[in-house]
Nanobody, 114 residues
Framework: QVQLVESGGGLVQAGGSLRLSCAAS????????MGWYRQAPGKQRDRVAF???????NYINSVKGRFTISRDNAKNTVYLQMNSLKPEDTAVYYC????????WGQGTQVTVSS
């Protein structure tokens, strides 16, 4: 079973930036489409972005132009660069494959103050 460890969250003012990292165990990472997800209090966990093995990326409309997903297969790590952060980006951020089939990690809290 793949284990996922997210890091890089924190408290930032609106307009600031953070870079999230997700380290995954297992060789299957390099062939997997990876996604970043977020869950705000009282809301469901939604996908924010994904990147496939070939580097194709996809974003939800609300983060297009502000967030960038990338991956380093040699390090079994996927990243989420978040710029121009807004209070509505406040959530716990998680990574998983596109099918959400691996056990979830602990997530990393992102808090954006206005």
């Amino acid at each position: 079973q793949v284990q996922l460890v997210e890091s890089g969250g924190g408290l930032v003012q609106a307009g600031g930036s953070l870079r999230l990292s997700c380290a995954a165990s297992g060789s299957i990472f390099s062939i997997s489409t990876m996604g970043w997800y977020r869950q705000a209090p009282g809301k469901q966990r939604d996908r924010v972005a994904f990147i496939n093995a070939g580097g194709y990326t996809n974003y939800i409309n609300s983060v297009k132009g502000r967030f960038t997903i990338s991956r380093d297969n040699a390090k079994n790590t996927v990243y989420l660069q978040m710029n121009s952060l807004k209070p509505e980006d406040t959530a716990v951020y998680y990574c998983n494959n596109l099918g959400r089939s691996w056990d979830w990690g602990q997530g990393t809290q992102v808090t954006v103050s206005s």
